[in-house]
């Protein structure tokens, strides 16, 4: 794989979603969970992305329980939970793994570009892609949300 593009995700309906439907955009992925300590990291994301989403930027949500189970329900649980708590308007894609042998391709591809340790650590990493695909940085979720937007700001010019 040369870069994000290359991937293709399931939307929470099961749908198939190239990534190259997103190139051109910086985009933060990030594995997100409804019931932990970071799940008010929702607020900081939907404002980013109401205020930069006409500069070219994306935010794609991949809801993951692998940690501690702190993301039950269904992915319409799961997104009804986001929408109505948050106000989240950012792409949200269907629940998934991302470690060990039951990682998401896309997940384990990140790691690999950017890893801690070799593998995702905790929900609320977050993975910033430049307008050509490729990981630019990693945040894990105990960074300040200030620094992620400012990463972000820093690659729209």
């Not at 979603?17 to 190139?23: G, H, I, N, Q, T």
């Not at 051109?24 to 939907?46: D, M, R, S």
């Not at 905790?122 to 910033?128: E, I, Y």
């Not at 990981?135 to 937007?149: G, H, I, Q, S």
Request: proline content about 5%.
């Amino acid at each position: 794989m040369a870069n994000v593009y290359d991937f293709t995700v399931k939307d929470r309906k099961g749908k198939d979603v190239s990534l190259k439907d997103y190139e051109g955009k910086v985009l933060l992925i990030v594995n997100t969970a409804t019931g932990c300590g970071f799940t008010p990291h929702y607020e900081p994301l939907e404002a980013m992305y109401k205020d930069l989403r006409d500069k070219g930027f994306e935010i794609l949500d991949f809801p993951c329980n692998q940690f501690a189970n702190q993301a039950p329900g269904d992915d319409d649980e799961i997104h009804e939970f986001c929408t109505l708590k948050f106000g989240t308007e950012f792409p949200q894609f269907t629940k998934i793994d991302v470690n060990g042998d039951t990682a998401d391709p896309l997940f384990a591809y990140l790691a690999t570009e950017k890893p801690f340790d070799g593998f995702i650590k905790w929900n609320f990493t977050k993975f910033l892609i430049d307008k050509d695909g490729y990981v630019v940085a990693r945040f894990e979720p105990t960074v300040d949300m200030k620094d992620v937007r400012k990463a972000v700001e820093d690659m729209l010019g």
